[in-house]
């Protein structure tokens, strides 16, 4: 079979997604073709020599563009990955979870299986197809300083151990994981490397899931590759119950953390089963700035339930813990996104406030009780968007957002630590 594997949006790397099961298909003789439209041009005549084409949805703006581009493929098409549901009305099959052996089902019988697949499948797995992608120069890269480093991206387990209720992972895996083998990590790192990354992301929604296995793949990645530095994501629980783990990450060239604080209201924190408290978040900082690593929070400030104090109770908590520099501005107006199957759809009260289903967003829409949230929202979010536009600095866009809501001034904030120069990623989405 002739395939074309598509990815539109993989939060600014190399699409691994699609890597994998290019390779898993070219492991079986099929004839495959990768197609990264976050870095190249649609074409319609790509279909002319093609059978099936099968279309990466790991994450919600990737499902949007692949819903976009659905009505203008005329060959069968499978979507496949943790957002693949929200396209079963416009492709021919779906598929989310452990996808690849699926994703090759279908090319050879036209029949994917069930929507969600968990078994482990093929071990080990073939070496993801990245020669046939774009050059890793072109993706997102590590800003350190005043210098860029190409960054490449693995993952060494997929799904979560925990249920966060606004997550889209548990939709799927239910609070399992799915562990990525050693050799097959590493094997990954090592042509990446070859292909000039310098620095590698685990996009584990949690790397400490398997908190060991995740100890033997950094230990064995700097043995191989002294050289190189590293990103992961882990929960403030995980950062603090494995405060064991920091210093030999630290020793392995792990730069930052991103962590998903959300919200700075305990209660908030609490509906969303996050397993921490605004006190842990702070805890996480200091403990991970004991060994030299940053940490990169993301927020969920607008809920059904928010308040404007509680938006201004987050922007003072990154002034306080400075984390100015390490706050994507975007993260300041992020609204809670109700997919379908969503965790939060059974509790009533946030039930009581969705009005219907938007199709082009992928989410239930709902109103704050206080119009002025919404509206705040509405105006953080025009704020941020002016100022990346413009190219200001992130100092200047948080000064923005404090103003938007009547803080106080704090002299010298912006001058506390080294705001420019926190070790980040060029592409500031995380999820």
Not at 345 to 365: F, G, H, K
């Amino acid at each position: 079979m002739r395939v074309l594997v598509v990815s539109t949006y993989e939060m600014g790397h190399q699409p691994i997604h699609a890597a994998g099961p290019a390779a898993a298909l070219s492991a079986r003789g099929h004839e495959v073709r990768l197609l990264d439209l976050s870095v190249e041009r649609w074409d319609p005549g790509v279909l002319a020599d093609v059978d099936r084409v099968a279309l990466s949805v790991p994450m919600h703006t990737a499902a949007r563009l692949v819903r976009a581009l659905l009505p203008r493929i005329d060959r069968p098409t499978c979507c496949y990955g943790l957002y693949a549901a929200t396209c079963a009305d416009l492709a021919d099959a779906v598929v989310a979870g452990e996808y690849d052996d699926a994703v090759v089902a279908w090319v050879e019988t036209g029949d994917a299986g069930e929507a969600v697949q968990l078994d482990r499948g093929t071990n080990p797995r073939p070496l993801p197809e990245r020669a046939a992608l774009p050059a890793l120069q072109r993706y997102a890269h590590l800003a350190l300083g005043g210098d860029e480093r190409a960054v490449g991206y693995v993952e060494a387990s997929h799904g979560c151990a925990h249920r966060c209720r606004h997550c889209p992972v548990p939709v799927v895996y239910d609070g399992r994981i799915r562990i990525v083998t050693e050799p097959d990590v590493l094997r990954d790192v090592d042509q990446l490397v070859d292909m000039g990354a310098e620095h590698i992301t685990f996009g584990d929604p949690d790397f400490l899931n398997g908190v060991h296995h995740s100890r033997r793949v950094v230990q064995a990645m700097h043995e191989r590759h002294p050289q190189l530095t590293f990103d992961c994501t882990v929960k403030v629980e995980h950062i603090l119950r494995h405060d064991t783990v920091w210093s030999e990450f630290a020793a392995a060239g792990c730069l930052f953390v991103v962590s998903a604080f959300e919200s700075t209201d305990d209660m908030t924190l609490q509906r969303l089963d996050k397993g921490h408290t605004t006190a842990d978040a702070a805890r996480s900082v200091a403990l991970l700035r004991e060994h030299g690593i940053e940490i990169r929070p993301s927020f969920l400030p607008f809920t059904p339930w928010t308040t404007v104090d509680q938006v201004r109770d987050l922007v003072e908590f990154v002034a306080d813990h400075d984390l100015v520099g390490n706050v994507d501005p975007v993260q300041y107006t992020i609204r809670l996104l109700l997919p379908p199957g969503s965790l939060l759809l059974d509790e009533a009260d946030v039930a009581a406030t969705i009005e219907a289903y938007d199709a082009d967003a992928l989410s239930y829409t709902w109103r704050n009780a206080d119009p002025v949230v919404d509206e705040l929202q509405r105006e953080l979010a025009r704020i941020v968007e002016h100022s990346v536009m413009a190219g200001e600095p992130i100092p200047t866009t948080y000064t923005r957002v404090r103003d938007a809501l009547a803080l106080p001034a704090r002299p010298g904030l912006l001058e506390a630590g080294s705001i420019e120069g926190r070790p980040r990623l060029t592409e500031p989405w995380f999820c």
